[in-house]
């Protein structure tokens, strides 16, 4: 047999005061370009797709952005971009500036809101800038070979003969043109290593028992610097090797570059212990 349940007046009073007072479960408010995207943008994008940077579009303003929208979407979502490719046995690699789990749902939630602008801004996203350390040594290649005019990217080797003991302390590397010279790696070759066997290609570089790896440079990508107090020193005799990775543009052009070396006086810490 069926009972009809009765409810006293004051619980019924109390559920419905108690639903009153729930909160609704509304969605917050998509995120928009100024106040959402504009940030990432900045930290993440412009280092390359800015005036001057080695990427295909300016990303400075709303418009420039969407243009690009949905070739956005893909190379984020797939991790393609910003393109760190960076990653070690012991974790991550803490300068490598990939998106985060955050920014990339951020990017993605904007798409499918239909790219709302937000209050629109005044001025183009400014490119970020680097702290960096006033270099006291800058060095040029003394005849860089013009790049190849067609073809895939492909290594360059210039090699810097270190006539006295250099106590380093940071190293940077600025392209004539950025569009061309994409990355770098710097490499020491001890005393006594023959410059002429000195390989182009990385890859062979670094299985060389007389050559040890430095650091790298990209854009985008903080400088090679050391911890305060800590140097590392370029023996007498040693050289400095560049591996250059170029891009041919559809025209011969310059290699060249500015190596930027920051040096002290005196050594600190050597070999630096971290």
Known sequence: MLTKAVIPAAAST???????????????????????????IQKKCL???????????????YRKFNQHIELIRIQTLSRNMPPTHSSSDFGPIATAPPLT???????????????PEGKPLLTPIARPTEST????????????????????MYWQTEIFPISNPTHLTALS??????????????????PGTDPLLIPENPNVLISSPTIVPLGSWAPGFPSWKLPPKTSFTLPKGSMLIVASKIQPSGRSQSTNFALNLTVTPNPSQTPPKF
């Open 101 to 115: 789990d955050e920014e990339l749902v951020t990017i993605q939630s904007y798409i499918r809101a239909g790219t």
């Open 173 to 190: 590397l600025t392209p004539e043109n950025p569009r061309v010279v994409r990355s770098a790696q710097f490499y020491l070759a001890q």
């Open 47 to 61: 280092p390359c797709h800015g005036p001057g940077g080695i990427g295909p579009f300016d990303f400075t303003t």
């Open 14 to 40: 109390a559920l419905l005061t108690v639903a009153a007072f729930t909160p609704s479960q509304s969605s917050p408010p998509s995120p928009n370009f100024a106040e959402n995207i504009a940030p990432i």
């Open 133 to 152: 350390t006033r270099p006291t040594l800058t060095l040029n290649p003394k005849s860089p070979k013009p790049s190849r005019a067609e073809g895939v």
